[in-house]
């Protein structure tokens, strides 16, 4: 089955620098890719998806690439907020009605 | 963007107890819905996929009998954890995809359950 890895685990950044945020995941077939964040004991929240047959996709200071052939994608966000501080998890499914697999999730913190 | 909303949003209940925990799409249909286990600074564990009309699809390693699904409309899905244990104390999501059925994409989530067993 798919398998995804993100990295880094914790990313500390003083506010208004940017923060990257980096996923792997093992199945080609797989060809939609969702953010989420997650604030402490909430639910989590979709900030941005792409899809395989874009490579960047970009929502105000959220932005997010894929490369379909190192099977790699990432989330970034400029000029970062204290409010940016949550806990991001990337996903992988192969669309259809195949399920989504998270990575381990990426603690942000932004410090003022 | 749609609603998925979740009852309670949480429970303490003794050992040995069942508890059963509400999944409903508030303004689209669902026949689909998924139930998810977060462990405590850990990421989102797919326990079973929930299928309106039919039988619930598990992932490896959760009991089928100790967390019965339920997906009784096009709107609602049940989750009931029965006979709890401590080790059953979890945060339980839920979460639903908006494409009326077509995929398993974008799926929102529900604003979860907190379950402690004592």
């Known amino acids: 089955g798919e398998n995804v890895e993100q990295h880094p685990s914790t990313l500390s950044v003083q506010e208004g620098d940017s923060a990257v945020i980096k996923c792997t995941y093992s199945?080609?077939?797989?060809?939609?890719f969702p953010w989420y964040k997650q604030e402490l004991g909430k639910r989590p929240q979709l900030i941005i998806d792409?899809?395989?047959?874009?490579g960047e996709k970009k929502d105000q200071r959220i932005a997010v690439t894929l490369n379909k052939t190192a099977k790699h994608f990432s989330l970034h966000i400029t000029e970062t907020q204290p409010e940016d501080s949550a806990v991001y998890f990337c996903?992988?499914?192969?669309?259809?009605?195949?399920?989504?697999?998270f990575g381990k999730g990426t603690m942000l913190l932004v410090s003022p | 963007g749609a609603v998925v909303s979740q009852h309670p949003s949480w429970v303490i209940c003794k050992s040995g107890t069942s508890v059963k925990i509400e999944c409903r799409s508030l303004?689209?249909?669902?026949?689909?819905m998924f139930w998810y286990r977060q462990f405590p600074k850990q990421s989102l564990m797919l326990m079973a996929t929930?299928?309106?009309?039919?039988?619930?699809?598990?992932e490896q390693g959760v009991e089928k009998d100790k967390f019965l699904i339920n997906h009784a409309s096009l709107t609602l899905s049940t989750l009931t954890v029965t006979s709890a244990h401590p080790e059953d104390s979890s945060f339980y999501i839920c979460?639903?995809?908006?494409?009326?059925?077509?995929?398993?994409?974008?799926?929102?989530f529900g604003p979860g359950t907190r379950l402690t067993v004592l």
């Open positions: 979460s639903a995809p908006t494409s009326g059925g077509q995929s398993a994409d974008t799926q929102y």
């Open positions: 199945d080609s077939a797989s060809n939609y």
């Open positions: 996903a992988a499914s192969i669309g259809g009605y195949s399920t989504l697999t």
């Open positions: 792409i899809r395989s047959n874009v």
């Open positions: 303004d689209f249909q669902a026949t689909t």
């Open positions: 929930s299928n309106e009309g039919s039988k619930a699809t598990y």
